[in-house]
């Protein structure tokens, strides 16, 4: 079962923003890591068997503000 897991960000600088990729992709399960949104603050996962709160409690950790905004299926 494929889902796509959305958490939104608030980023500071370009570190900050590549801190959070490689956070998200070294992650169990996921598959592909991308941006979206106007300013580029939310990351959508596309993964097999992926935990979100997991992600999300890494990235707060890490960055300070991570907010888990959708958990959806992908068919």
């Known amino acids: 079962m494929q ?6 960000l608030k980023l500071k600088c370009d570190k900050c923003r590549s801190k ?4 998200a992709a070294v992650a169990d ?3 592909t890591v ?3 949104g106007e300013e580029k603050n ?3 996962m596309t993964g097999d068997g992926t935990d979100a ?4 409690r890494r990235l707060r950790k890490k ?4 907010d888990l905004v ?3 299926q992908v068919k």
Do not use: D, F, P, R
């Open 20 to 23: 959070a990729m490689k956070i």
């Open 42 to 44: 939310k990351v959508v």
């Open 53 to 56: 709160a997991t992600v999300t």
């Open 70 to 72: 959708s958990v959806e």
């Open 63 to 66: 960055l300070g503000y991570a």
């Open 34 to 36: 991308a941006w979206e």
């Open 3 to 8: 889902q796509k897991i959305v958490i939104m």
């Open 29 to 31: 399960g996921v598959i």
